[in-house]
């Protein structure tokens, strides 16, 4: 099996180029719940629900398109037996995506993408601030 990076590095090339007000916002505390009377679990949650709350913060003006990126990426599923796209909508499978990105990072670094790994692990430190936990990313583990 032979890995396409080109296209990882398309799509997440553009991380470094943040914008000032979208760091200002990785700071701020408030962040939407999933639903109401509902507590993000990002370590559970389907993904319907993760483009759901990516959405939200776009709109909210906490997350940039560019940083967006690791996590529309981690909402495609490819059926190993059709080799079609499963139904975003439909699908309840429930994702630990705080691993998911994790594996992203390490996986980025192993090809030697350190801008995509720094992608993913923003994306971890977001999902930590939405929970309302550290911001600290520890992938010593």
Known sequence: MQINTSFATAAFGNYAAR???AAAAET???????SPGRKLDFTSMTRKELI????????GGRMTLDESTPFVGM????SAYTKQSVDIDTD???VDFTDMAAKGADGARWF????LAKSFE????????????????DLAA
Do not use: L, Y
Not at 75 to 78: A, H, R, S, V
Not at 112 to 115: A, C, R
């Open 122 to 137: 923003w994306a971890i430190g977001a999902m930590r601030r939405a929970q309302g936990g550290k911001a600290g990313i």
């Open 19 to 21: 914008s000032k007000s």
């Open 28 to 34: 701020d505390p408030a962040a939407p719940e999933a």
């Open 112 to 115: 030697g993408n350190e801008s």
């Open 75 to 78: 909402t495609i599923k490819i």
């Open 92 to 94: 309840m499978s429930r």
């Open 52 to 59: 759901d709350w990516v959405n939200g913060e776009i709109k």
